[in-house]
């Protein structure tokens, strides 16, 4: 599933070619695309006016000029594509929207979701996100994000740190690939339990998550498979800079130790036995 990056990455290029954009035709060719709205979805997008570009975690969203948005979720597989009319011909396109630009050309906007996971929803907004994300903690991105407080969240759970970091409405954005990229350059086990933690360790992670997905942005995000791309179509190189996870058996970039793998909640979890200590 796309964590924090790999959505900022789609959101900063929708950014580029979508503001100032008007819906001209929605066209939804699966229906669990925009499971859970009442009315059929062009009915409500054609003629709005994307305003902005918004993403909170792991969610994306476009505001509208009716005080809406269009809510984004990319699941396990979703794509958004960019392009001119008739250049998606993507056979898991679920939904195929035109627009026309503030220059006046006209754009295509594809959503190709092989697993079906993803979704399109019109939303209204409740504090300033659309309200599917209402519940969802702020990320480590985020301009307010509040490290110290959301350190002593983590650390009222008795639950492994590993576990926590992926609750989405404790911190938001992590998934398993960054959780253990973050735990390893904290220097902290992922079966560690969160109530165990210091404080100070816990926020130093909390950094650590920042600071690795900021180098992942950099690099476009990771991509292991076709399913992640940006919205040009092209992949993510940060699979190349990973130090732990996916390298079971490997060794370890810091110290040459062998990384183990262990299960945690049915998820797998990477780390370093050595440089891992707290």
Same mark, same amino acid.
């Given at each position: ?23 001209? +035709? ?17 009915? =409500? ?16 969203? =476009?505001?509208?000029? %009716? ?13 958004? =594509? ?15 929207? %035109? ?27 409740? %504090? ?8 969802? &903690? ?40 960054? +959780?253990?990229?973050?735990?390893? &350059? ?12 210091? @404080? ?10 920042? +600071? ?6 950099? +690099? ?55 440089? @891992?200590?707290?």
């Amino acid at each position: 599933m796309p964590e924090l990056p790999e959505v900022e990455v789609v959101r900063r290029g929708l950014d580029d070619h979508l503001i100032g954009a008007r819906f001209d +035709a929605v066209r939804v060719t699966h229906p669990r695309a925009n499971r859970g709205q009442d009315k059929p979805l062009a009915s =409500l997008l054609v003629g709005r006016t994307v305003l902005a570009t918004g993403r909170r975690g792991k969610y994306l969203w =476009l505001l509208l000029d %009716d005080h809406h948005a269009l809510f984004i979720h990319l699941g396990m597989s979703g794509q958004m =594509l960019v392009g001119t009319p008739g250049t998606c011909t993507a056979v898991h396109t679920r939904i195929l929207a %035109d627009l026309k630009g503030v220059d006046g050309r006209a754009l295509e906007l594809a959503f190709v979701d092989q697993r079906t996971f993803g979704r399109w929803l019109y939303a209204p907004l409740v %504090d300033g996100v659309p309200a599917p994300v209402a519940h969802i &903690a702020r990320d480590p991105l985020e301009p307010d994000f509040d490290a110290v407080a959301t350190a002593r969240r983590i650390r009222a759970s008795r639950s492994p740190v590993k576990s926590v970091l992926l609750n989405q409405e404790i911190v938001s954005g992590i998934g398993n690939i960054y +959780a253990d990229e973050a735990l390893f &350059a904290a220097g902290i086990r992922p079966v560690r339990k969160a109530y165990r933690l210091r @404080q100070k360790d816990t926020v130093n992670l909390l950094s650590c998550a920042r +600071a690795v997905m900021e180098r992942a942005l950099e +690099a476009g995000g990771t991509s292991f498979d076709a399913l992640y791309v940006n919205v040009n179509g092209a992949s993510g190189y940060f699979s190349r800079s990973l130090n732990v996870y996916g390298r079971k058996g490997q060794p370890c970039v810091r110290c040459g130790g062998e990384i183990e793998r262990v299960s945690i909640s049915n998820r797998s979890s990477h780390f370093c036995p050595r440089c @891992q200590r707290i």
